[in-house]
């Protein structure tokens, strides 16, 4: 991995390090940061799924970006849909803005790439961005989510992303 993907890596998993129990972290999210950072978190995943769909010509990329538009906007509409059923707002933090930006970012830097390059910053980037999310279900979202409902949303999700982690790991076994 290159000086600038290592950079530019760490920009956008900050927030969810800071989820996951780093030295960043200052404050236990609530029920409303918690929705707003799964919101966020999901977003992300998204717009580089549809940038991907678009730039990349390897079949394999292409399924993976397609599965991930269509996963992670399924979560998204789950998470919507119980937040209005719970009458409860997500809500921005720190986090959550920074995983919009650290995004941003990313796009940013993935729009500059083309080919085999596009491709392995892609993927190099969805397998650490999954690991790094699983971790933030592990050591803060799903611990500290105090509606039972919510709780049970994030538990239910957390094998879709354990199933992207490994699909994104062998797909970057396939491009060593």
Known sequence: MTH?????????????????????????????????IVVAANQVDIDAGKLAQKMTKEKEVKAFAK???TDHTGVNKQASALVKKLKVTPQESETSKS??????ENIAKLKTLKGKEF????????VTYH???IDALDKTLIPNAKNAELKDTLVKTRPAFVAH???????QASMQ
């Not at 491709?119 to 969805?126: M, N, R, S, V």
């Not at 982690?165 to 797909?171: D, N, R």
């Open 4 to 36: 600038f993907s290592r950079k530019l890596l760490s920009t956008t998993l900050a927030g969810l390090f800071a989820l996951a129990g780093s030295a960043w972290a200052q404050t236990t999210p609530d029920d409303a940061q918690i929705a707003g």
């Open 67 to 69: 599965q991930m538009v």
């Open 99 to 104: 995983l919009k930006s650290g995004g941003a």
């Open 119 to 126: 491709d392995k910053a892609y993927i190099d980037h969805e």
């Open 131 to 133: 690991q790094t999310v």
């Open 165 to 171: 982690l490994e699909h994104a790991k062998k797909l």
